[in-house]
Structures are given as structure tokens and as C-alpha cells.
């Protein structure tokens, strides 16, 4: 068993409110979720009102389909028009 945890750290560079940054956290959470069947969660940053921390896990039998599922979420992410990737960790364990 693989698990992979995957650290993103992003802008939401147009919210002006933090009910605008939420509104793109959850948009951004629930396209992934749905497109890639992860667990995804905002873990920091949470009264800040452009900085977005995601907590993303994936669990499978093979470390290679783990690692590229999970850099296909970072290029997805790279890909947005909302979300504006900063940086990103990957870690298995």
C-alpha cells in the first residue's frame, strides 16, 4: 500500500473578501476531487485573504499510479485560472 500526501500552497490573487477566496477554494477542491477521486482539505492559511493551503492524500496498491495521479493534480492546478500555484510537496509514505 502507497500513500502520497501532497502539500499546495497557491493565490487566489482576485478575492477581495474571504468569502471570495472560499468560494474559490471550493470550487477548486470539488474539481479535484471529483476529476482525480482524492482527499483534499484546506489545512492553513484559512483567515488569510489570498493564500490557500491544500492537504490532498491518495491511497493505492502502486507507487507509480500514486505519483502520477498526484502530479497530474499539480499540472491541473498549474492549468487554473483561479487557483495560481506557488509551490507543492509531494511525500509518500
Do not use: P, W, Y
Not at 4 to 15: F, Q
Not at 45 to 64: M, N
Request: some cysteine.
Amino acid at each position: 500500500m502507497t500513500v502520497g500526501i501532497l502539500r499546495v500552497r497557491g493565490l487566489a490573487r482576485h478575492a477581495r473578501s474571504l468569502k471570495d477566496k472560499r468560494r474559490v477554494v471550493k470550487s477548486v477542491k470539488d474539481q479535484l476531487a471529483a476529476k482525480f477521486n482524492i482527499s483534499i482539505a484546506e489545512v492553513d492559511h484559512l483567515d488569510s485573504l489570498q493564500q490557500i493551503a491544500l492537504g490532498i492524500s491518495l491511497v493505492g496498491t502502486d507507487r507509480q499510479f500514486v505519483d502520477s495521479s498526484l502530479c497530474q493534480v499539480v499540472h491541473h492546478l498549474r492549468l487554473s485560472t483561479v487557483f495560481e500555484l506557488v509551490d507543492f510537496d509531494l511525500e509518500f509514505v
